[in-house]
């Protein structure tokens, strides 16, 4: 299979191009890390004009989309440690947390004195919509591109739950701890647009409609909800803003007394459903899902290549994909 001379993109990817040397079309369109690191230092600032714009506005600075892995872990660290923001971590537990990732939930809020609320929603809703994403893409291709269908469902709901829990408790800001690949740095800044996140939330519940009715319902806002805006609060993702180096990343979390799972897959450290996910994915569309955001990585340098192709290359824990595949109910 050809890919990509300089990041990691195979010629199965959609709309893929190459030029005579093997490089893709997302590489020649790269501006560069001298751009890059201008982008960063610019973005910076304005998260440090957004928290004095909005700190103590609520009882809490921020949310944080939290998981127990590695990227979300350190997010954590850094909006309680380097900005000193009171922030509420919010856990969705989708039944396939790892043990591990559910004590490092434990050890880190406690360590970095952390509120900490788990969204555990209905299995039996979540376990139908996964097992109808096994056989059905649900969502636009292009969706699809960046992400698997559980993957998609599963981030949807979290994407909807936590942004209600921040309009009733009026909490400004939503932070994520999507990796640099993950968080285009444009983006990694957003004031919350109500039309724009009707319009998605229309995307993901109406496939979920359809495999499980009404019981989705409480999972997403309502229309009242998206007609009173003033409240509606900021996206932030502050690594992709942030220096990021893995090793070091892992180092400083292990310091700390978190540790990484040893049952989930390379790209993951935290959900024991993404190597089922990801063969799924491979199988139906021929392309790894997070194909595109370690490609970005790499191509913003903060990954090598090599590095990239290994992780990409990983087929995950057996048991554990076999262990997904009999809680969802699937041969």
Known sequence: MKICTHCVLPETFPNISFDDKGVCNHCLSFK???????DKAEYLEKFKELIVKTQKTSDFDCTLSYSGGKDSSYTLYVLRKIFNLRVLALVFDNGFLSTQAL??????TETLGVDCQIFKPNFEVIRKVFKHAVVHPMYSPKTLERASTMCTSCIGLVKFIFLKIAIEKNIPMMAWGWSPGQAPIR???MK???????????????????????????YFLSD????????????VSPLAFMEYDEDKIVEKLKSMGWRAPDDVDGNSTNCLLNSLSNQIHINRYSFHPYAFEIAEMVR???MTREHGLKKLSESGDAATVEMAKKKLGIS
């Open 224 to 235: 009242e909800q998206f007609k009173d805006s003033k409240n509606f609060p900021y996206n």
């Open 32 to 38: 560069g890390e001298a751009k890059l690191k201008g």
């Open 300 to 302: 913003s340098g903060v």
């Open 192 to 218: 919350i647009n109500p039309a724009l996140f009707k319009m998605t939330q229309e995307a993901l519940k109406k496939p979920m409609v359809e495999v499980v009715g009404a019981d989705i319902n409480p």
């Open 187 to 189: 983006s990694s800044i």
């Open 103 to 108: 004590s490092n939930i434990h050890i880190m």
